[in-house]
């Protein structure tokens, strides 16, 4: 552990950096993000592969019933799951640079113990939540049972702790390889299942081992590759609450915050299925996809800037903080006005290529979506910069503020627009968000002076 602290002290202290440490923050978050980047970039493309196989395997009707009990379970457990990662980074990086390897052995404990918990209370709410929304989704018997299975087996092998202590621990190379199995299983199993001719069973239960496969992943890579030490128990429970300030209040503001971040992407798959039908929710979520995947490589950015930020922010390397966030904005900008000239022109041949001529109907869907998700593209590096400052309070108001923009807009234009109103209210709450989030780290960045 005082391998990454001398690291860290070699390019950051109180007085601010040396001349050259920013120059060796950039390169390693250049390489850093380069993993990333290469890595999101191949699951970016084997998730819209896997995704047009499953359409056209089980067309539009089958197809938009899959997705509606797909969302289903990950919008539960994008609900009650916490983000357990951030909260390793975030007071990880605080040991870390106080060399206190024992402290960070119980906030490990702690974040496994919330995991464990926030997925048995999930299960439980996605087994007795499905006679109330199958009325609403005009799920059948069957359709009632596997979506309360899968949601449930979800939620089960779900974790955030581990890829926390690998970002932790600056191994973005573990990170890009272990988070390539999860859609190398959903690949290989959506082929399998197609020339099996399975069917909405078959992909569900592609989907639950991919997740399950990806977990495991990062476990090993975590504990074999670094021996991280976990303490569990009620003990170290409660002395990691003692010994992380404001531990419990960070994990359910940025829990609260994520499940608020994903709430129109799939709320509004669940909604426009239960209004407009599962062919519409099919075609609507397949024009999600595409448009978070064109930028995809770019957000994922995000989980390379965080830890650089955290440790930046100990160590108080103000003015490094405020030259990554304006150089990043910046070239998101541009990188986002790419991803709307992509998806407009060309979003019906990109359907079409993809999913095949029935699901050309979706292009409208796209387009719109394409321009909320380069919003969201623009200010991506926003959160992570109040998250590594502790405010997760102001992230989780400018959330909400936007979430409950977006219901009312969802309510006005859904009934008159269809999907395509549910598109325009996602792209309403994306501006909100950002112009809130902007504002306010402008207020932070002037603090600095």
């Known amino acids: 552990m005082s391998t990454v602290k001398a690291e860290f002290d070699a390019t950051a202290n109180e007085e601010g950096p040396k001349p050259s440490a920013g120059g060796t923050v950039f390169s390693r978050l250049a390489k850093n993000v380069g993993w990333l980047v290469g890595a999101r970039g191949f699951t970016g493309i084997l998730s819209i592969a896997y995704l047009a196989i499953a359409a056209r395997a089980l067309g539009p009707l089958k197809f938009g019933g899959w997705t509606l009990i797909l969302t289903y379970g990950q919008l539960i457990a994008n609900l009650v799951q916490f983000q357990s990662w951030k909260g390793v980074i975030r007071f990880g990086a605080l040991h870390i640079a106080e060399d206190r390897p024992d402290r960070l052995a119980r906030l490990f404990g702690f974040t496994v113990t919330l995991d464990a918990l926030s997925a048995v209370l999930g299960a439980a709410i996605a087994i007795l939540g499905v006679p109330s929304v199958a009325p609403l989704l005009h799920w059948s018997i069957d359709q009632q049972h596997l979506a309360a299975i899968f949601g449930t087996f979800l939620l089960l092998v779900s974790g955030g702790t581990p890829a926390g202590m690998l970002r932790l621990f600056d191994r973005f190379d573990l990170i890009a390889y272990t988070e390539a199995v999860g859609p190398l299983v959903r690949l290989f199993g959506s082929i399998t299942a197609w020339a099996m001719g399975g069917g909405i069973l078959a992909f569900l239960i592609v989907w639950g081992l991919a997740a399950l496969s990806q977990t495991v992943a990062q476990w090993i890579a975590a504990i074999v590759t670094h021996g991280a ?11 990691a609450l003692s010994e992380n300030r404001r531990l419990w209040r960070f994990m359910v503001q940025t829990n609260f915050s994520t499940s608020l971040s994903l709430f129109w992407m799939q709320l509004g798959t669940l909604v426009v299925g239960a209004v407009a039908g599962p062919v519409e929710a099919g075609g609507f979520r397949i024009a999600q996809r595409l448009a978070k995947g064109i930028a995809k490589p770019i957000e994922t950015i995000t989980r390379a800037l965080y830890p650089e930020l955290a440790h930046l922010v100990a160590t108080n390397n103000h003015r490094i903080v405020r030259k990554i966030l ?90 008159r627009m269809g999907a395509n109103g549910a598109a325009v209210a996602a792209i309403v709450a994306s501006l909100v968000i950002f112009i809130q989030l902007a504002f306010s780290a402008a207020q932070i960045v002037r603090k600095y002076d």
């Open 229 to 239: 030490k976990v303490s569990i128990g009620r003990r170290s429970f409660s002395k």
């Open 326 to 415: 304006t150089r990043v904005t910046w070239i998101a900008a541009g990188l986002a006005l790419v991803v709307v000239l992509i998806a407009g022109p060309g979003g019906r041949e990109i359907l079409y290529l993809l999913a095949g001529r029935r699901f050309e109907f979706a292009h409208g869907f796209l387009f719109l979506l394409s321009i909320a998700a380069a919003i969201d593209l623009v200010g991506f590096a926003l959160e992570p910069f109040h998250n590594a400052h502790g405010r997760t309070g102001r992230v989780l108001r400018v959330r909400a503020i936007g979430a409950l923009l977006y219901l009312i807009t969802l309510a006005v234009l859904l009934p």
